[in-house]
T-cell receptor
């Protein structure tokens, strides 16, 4: 149980375009999902917390208008990187929290974004 | 952007030996701790967790030890196998806090 999927697994796009990444909880409902960014040989950096039916909570330094997050259902959250630039190239990983009282987060397989 | 020349602490271990990975945390309010394993190009995989009311918890081939006095967490892997080669992250959170704070990661390389 507690399987999280992401789509696409990798994407290459031109500078200036927007890219949407989907995160789905496959066998459970997730009221809270999280979006992380990871650079090579570095730890995971939390970008935002996504709550179903409400606005996402962004970490300090993360641009809300740049990284649009939508959590329209209990099994789906999306991250849209708007007007992507080469510095946005990274590994984006989502996670979902099981239940409302447990802190355990289960992670998706990640999406590799390369902006040319 | 990307950092150049960044190195993860690396533990090289012979196949069949035991591995110990350490993690120090700074938030004395943290009361929940998790170890994750991340293979190259993949998302982190849950290994084991422990709450602050315990000092030891065992899973299949893994044991987590928690020393709250010195804010130290360790992961022991018994009879390390080639499939254990990965980066291991500790993460912590506190009651009522949604967020997990991740440590820097430790690379484990298993030598066949």
């Amino acid at each position: 149980g507690a399987v999280v999927s992401q789509h696409p697994s990798w994407v290459i796009c031109k500078s200036g375009t927007s890219v949407k990444i989907e995160c789905r909880s496959l066998d459970f409902q997730a009221t809270t999902m999280f979006w992380y960014r990871q650079f090579p040989k570095q730890s995971l950096m939390l970008m935002a917390t996504s709550n179903e039916g409400s606005k996402a909570t962004y970490e300090q330094g993360v641009e809300k208008d740049k990284f649009l997050i939508n959590h329209a259902s209990l099994t789906l959250s999306t991250l849209t990187v708007t007007s992507a630039h080469p510095e946005d190239s990274s590994f984006y990983i989502c996670s979902a929290r099981v239940g409302t009282g447990k802190e355990t987060q289960y992670f998706g397989p990640g999406t590799r974004l390369l902006v040319l | 952007g990307e950092s150049v020349g960044l190195h993860l602490p690396t533990l090289s271990v012979q196949e069949g030996d035991n591995s110990i990975i350490n993690c120090a945390y700074s938030n004395s309010a943290s009361d929940y701790f998790i170890w994750y394993k991340q293979e190259s190009g993949k998302g982190p995989q849950f290994i084991i967790d422990i709450r602050s009311n315990m000092d030891k918890r065992q899973g299949q081939r893994v044991t987590v030890l928690l020393n709250k006095t010195v804010k130290h967490l360790s992961l022991q892997i018994a009879a390390t196998q080639p499939g254990d080669s990965a980066v291991y992250f500790c993460a912590e959170s506190s009651y009522g806090n949604n967020r997990l704070a991740f440590g820097k990661g430790n690379q484990v390389v298993v030598i066949p």
